[in-house]
């Protein structure tokens, strides 16, 4: 069983940036790929960035040239600038070793709680 557990969410304005970070309890994230994902309120949860075990990295449309995920063993990270309102939610990650989509949660073994990020107007 792998626990994850996000941190770095809050309150920022339009605009400004923020970290999310991503880590596994008791072990690396060595052989696992690891996404992030997000839920607005009202809305379903929608792919953010993944990155595999090589490093190799893909990000959805609305975040290009915005967000940057990075990992080292121990931790995955989001990194988040140009931050705008629509970015409000809660952010997730997730992670797995077996080799189903990226893009799709159900590619995903294991989940955080999620960490909240809100950005104001």
């Known amino acids: 069983q792998v626990q994850l557990v996000e941190s770095g969410g809050g309150l920022v304005q339009a605009g400004g940036s923020l970290r999310l970070s991503c880590a596994a309890s008791?072990?690396?994230?060595?052989?696992?790929?690891v996404g992030w994902f997000r839920q607005a309120p009202g809305k379903e949860r929608e792919f953010v960035a993944t990155i595999n075990w090589s490093g190799r990295s893909y990000y959805a449309d609305f975040v290009k040239g915005r967000f940057t995920i990075s990992r080292t063993n121990a931790k995955v990270y989001l990194q988040m600038n140009s931050l705008k309102p629509e970015d409000t939610g809660v952010y997730y990650c997730?992670?797995?070793?077996?080799?189903?989509?990226?893009?799709?949660?159900?590619?995903?073994?294991?989940w955080g709680q999620g960490t909240q990020v809100t950005v104001s107007s």
């Open positions: 008791g072990r690396t994230f060595s052989s696992y790929a």
């Open positions: 997730a992670a797995t070793s077996g080799s189903g989509s990226l893009v799709s949660g159900s590619g995903y073994d294991y």
